[in-house]
């Protein structure tokens, strides 16, 4: 795989896909940013400390948030601006900085993501609870979180406590009209059927 920390000095390739959140945009190219499976969600330009790409696209007045996975960036908008104008200009900084070999991240956030993704499966919780967790994680992982990034945003597990699995939803995700919708019609299901503990899922990172 290509170094996550600084892309690849290299022709690249970028095209335009629409979300299903009206304010979102998906920019998919033709070069890994990131590990399959991993990913990071910056709402704001405090959050983007360890990303000198995310911090220069908040650098444009009109972005709100930067989504990054292995192989596109989905960008937010203000809600107050149509993407005709937008698109071509964010198209052509994202092939510049990444031809450029332009630093995707200072640190790695891979390992530090697995850590994170460990503790929260075990942390405290009981050994059936950690089990109960760790077929949602895989369920997740296997089965949901292919469609979402599909969508341009992610779905992380948070904690599994009582039957309420809380999950975090990101990128386009957020302020998503339909992610209500897809949550409780589609995610709960799936989770009620295959593991039958569960009896809720609930969100966070849905901001409409």
Same mark, same amino acid.
């Given at each position: 795989?290509?170094?996550?920390?600084?892309?690849?000095?290299?022709?690249?390739?970028?095209?335009?896909?629409?979300?299903?959140?009206?304010?979102?945009?998906?920019?998919?190219?033709?070069?890994?940013?990131?590990?399959?499976?991993?990913?990071?969600?910056?709402?704001?330009?405090?959050?983007?400390?360890?990303?000198?790409?995310?911090? !220069?696209?908040?650098?444009?007045?009109?972005?709100?948030?930067?989504?990054?996975?292995?192989?596109?960036?989905?960008?937010?908008?203000?809600?107050?601006?149509?993407?005709?104008?937008?698109?071509?200009?964010?198209?052509?900084?994202?092939?510049?900085?990444?031809?450029?070999?332009?630093?995707?991240?200072?640190?790695?956030?891979?390992?530090?993501?697995?850590?994170?993704?460990?503790?929260?499966?075990?942390?405290?919780?009981?050994?059936?609870?950690?089990?109960?967790?760790?077929?949602?994680?895989?369920?997740?992982?296997?089965?949901?979180?292919?469609?979402?990034?599909?969508?341009?945003?992610?779905?992380?597990?948070?904690?599994?406590?009582?039957?309420?699995?809380?999950?975090?939803?990101?990128?386009?995700?957020?302020?998503?009209?339909?992610?209500?919708?897809?949550?409780?019609?589609?995610? !709960?299901?799936?989770?009620?059927?295959?593991?039958? !503990?569960?009896?809720?899922?609930?969100?966070?990172?849905?901001?409409?």
């Amino acid at each position: 795989m290509a170094d996550t920390l600084t892309s690849p000095a290299a022709p690249v390739s970028i095209y335009a896909e629409a979300s299903p959140n009206p304010e979102s945009m998906k920019f998919v190219l033709n070069t890994q940013l990131l590990s399959d499976g991993v990913s990071v969600d910056y709402p704001n330009l405090e959050a983007a400390a360890n990303s000198p790409l995310a911090q !220069e696209l908040f650098n444009f007045d009109y972005v709100s948030r930067v989504f990054i996975a292995a192989n596109f960036v989905t960008i937010t908008k203000a809600s107050d601006l149509t993407w005709t104008h937008l698109i071509p200009e964010l198209r052509t900084f994202l092939k510049s900085y990444v031809e450029a070999g332009g630093p995707i991240f200072t640190v790695d956030p891979v390992a530090e993501q697995k850590a994170a993704h460990e503790a929260v499966a075990t942390g405290d919780a009981s050994e059936q609870d950690q089990q109960i967790s760790q077929k949602v994680i895989d369920l997740l992982e296997n089965y949901v979180r292919p469609a979402v990034e599909q969508d341009g945003g992610n779905i992380t597990f948070r904690s599994y406590n009582k039957g309420v699995v809380t999950v975090n939803l990101q990128g386009s995700c957020s302020g998503c009209p339909s992610a209500t919708v897809t949550l409780k019609s589609g995610i !709960e299901n799936l989770l009620k059927r295959m593991v039958p !503990e569960v009896t809720e899922v609930v969100a966070e990172g849905i901001t409409v």
